[in-house]
């Protein structure tokens, strides 16, 4: 069974960094396409960014463009979330998710598998 499991999450100051951290297990990463995912309370799963773990091209959503990097380590079998420069507005949970063929990334139903989440709060 896929596996994801979020960590890195807390309480950061605005303009501070965070790194979250996916542990994948139970697939071939380098065959899907991964996404953080985001859900501020009270709103809808927003995708902010995605890779494809086999090609390792990223994108990004405008929100988070500039200020956030999506990478990999294959060998750990774990994707990261760079976040810098943070936003009271980034303030939410943030999920690790998998799919296979994608056809748009920022869909949250698009994601086959997902993660617990882990939550980031900027003050």
């Known amino acids: 069974d896929v596996q994801l499991v979020e960590s890195g999450g807390g309480l950061v100051q605005h303009g501070g960094s965070l790194r979250l951290s996916c542990a994948a297990s139970g697939f071939t990463f380098c065959s899907y396409e991964m996404s953080w995912v985001r859900q501020a309370s009270g709103k809808g799963r927003e995708g902010v960014a995605w890779?494809?773990?086999?090609?390792?091209?990223?994108a990004y959503s405008d929100s988070v463009k500039g200020r956030f990097i999506i990478s990999q380590d294959s060998a750990k079998n774990t994707l990261y979330l760079q976040m810098n420069s943070l936003k009271p507005e980034d303030t939410a949970m943030y999920y690790c998710?998998?799919?296979?063929?994608?056809?748009?990334?920022?869909?949250?139903?698009?994601?086959?598998?997902w993660g617990q989440g882990t939550q980031v709060t900027v003050s």
């Open positions: 890779i494809h773990t086999g090609r390792g091209t990223p």
């Open positions: 998710a998998a799919g296979r063929a994608v056809a748009d990334w920022t869909r949250a139903n698009e994601y086959d598998s």
